[in-house]
C-alpha cells in the first residue's frame, strides 16, 4: 500500500521527472483535479493510466473513500493540474488521513513556481516566505502590506491576472518604491519577468493581462533603531540599579543597537 504524491509541470509539459513518470504508469489509479487536463499530460509521455477527479468539491468524500483502498494495498498517485499537490492545490487532507492509517506516502518532487519565479525575479536571498494567494479584499491587502512593511525577506505570492491590477495598485499605495516582480506563464512559450518598483509595475499592468501570475515582493526596508531612545533606556535602567553591562546587552537585544555601543555612550 503507498501514496506517491507527484508534482506535475507547471507549464511546460516536458518538465516531469521520470520518477513520476514511472510512478504514474506503475499506479492502480491517478488521482487528479481535471481528467482533462492530466489525460492530455499522460498522453504527451504515453501512458494510459486510469483517473479519478479529486479536487477541492470532492476532496473530503474522496478520502474517506481512497483510505480504505489505500490501506487494502492499493497504489495510489496523486496530481494536481500544475505542481506539487496539497500546496495551494488539493492534497493535504488526503496525506494526512493515510499517515494517519499508517500508509506510507511518498513525495516526488518537481517543478515549482515559486522558486522559479522567487530566482528569475532576481530578489532572491537567503531565506523567503511564501503566503499563497493574497486575499482578495482592499483592507486585507492593506493589513498584508503592514504585516511585511518590515520583513527582511522576499515574499512570493500567487494571485490572479483579473485582481493583479488592484493589487499592485494596493502595494504601490502602500510602498511605491518596494521591488516586484511580475512573473507570468512560467515556462510556457509566452513566459515573460516584469521586474520594476511597485508604482512602476502598478502602471504598466493597469489592464490585466493573460495567463498564470506568480508574484515576487521584494525585501522591506528595516527601520533603524533609534539609538538615542536606546541610549535612554540604557541610562534610565542602570539609575535605578542595573549594572552598565547588564543594561547595555539586555536593550541591545531589544532595540538592534550594538551593545558596545550602549555601553561605551552610556559612560
Known amino acids: 500500500m503507498a501514496l506517491a504524491v507527484c508534482a506535475t ?70 496530481v494536481s493540474d500544475a505542481g506539487m499537490p496539497g500546496v495551494s492545490d488539493p492534497g493535504s487532507r488526503l496525506v494526512r488521513a493515510a499517515l494517519d492509517a499508517g500508509v506510507e506516502v511518498t513525495v516526488l518532487p518537481g517543478p515549482s513556481a515559486v522558486e522559479t519565479a522567487l530566482v528569475a525575479s ?51 499605495a502602500a510602498d511605491p518604491s518596494r521591488a516586484v516582480a511580475v512573473c507570468r506563464e512560467l515556462t510556457k512559450r509566452f513566459e515573460e519577468i516584469v521586474r520594476g518598483t511597485a508604482a512602476e509595475l502598478a502602471e504598466r499592468f493597469a489592464e490585466p493581462p493573460k495567463g498564470e501570475i506568480t508574484l515576487v515582493i521584494g525585501a522591506g526596508r528595516v527601520a533603524e533603531p533609534d539609538e538615542g531612545s536606546a541610549l535612554a533606556a540604557v541610562t534610565e535602567l542602570v539609575e535605578a540599579g542595573v549594572p552598565r553591562k547588564r543594561a547595555a546587552d539586555v536593550v541591545a537585544r531589544l532595540t538592534g543597537v550594538a551593545r558596545n555601543r550602549l555601553y561605551r555612550g552610556s559612560l
Open 9 to 78: 509541470p507547471i507549464g511546460n509539459l516536458d518538465d516531469i521527472t521520470l520518477r513520476v513518470l514511472a510512478e504514474l504508469r506503475a499506479a492502480d489509479v491517478v488521482l487528479c483535479e481535471d481528467t482533462r487536463h492530466t489525460r492530455g499530460l499522460l498522453a504527451r509521455h504515453g501512458i494510459d493510466a486510469r483517473l479519478l477527479s479529486y479536487h477541492e468539491h470532492n476532496e473530503a468524500a474522496r478520502t474517506a473513500e481512497l483510505v480504505p483502498r489505500l490501506v487494502a494495498g492499493e497504489r495510489i498517485a496523486l
Open 122 to 172: 532576481g530578489l532572491v536571498r537567503e531565506r523567503y516566505q511564501f503566503v499563497g494567494f493574497l486575499p482578495r479584499g482592499a483592507k486585507a491587502l492593506s493589513a498584508v502590506w503592514e504585516e511585511l512593511r518590515a520583513w527582511e525577506w522576499p515574499v512570493v505570492a500567487f494571485e490572479s491576472p483579473q485582481r493583479l491590477p488592484a493589487t499592485l495598485r494596493s502595494l504601490a
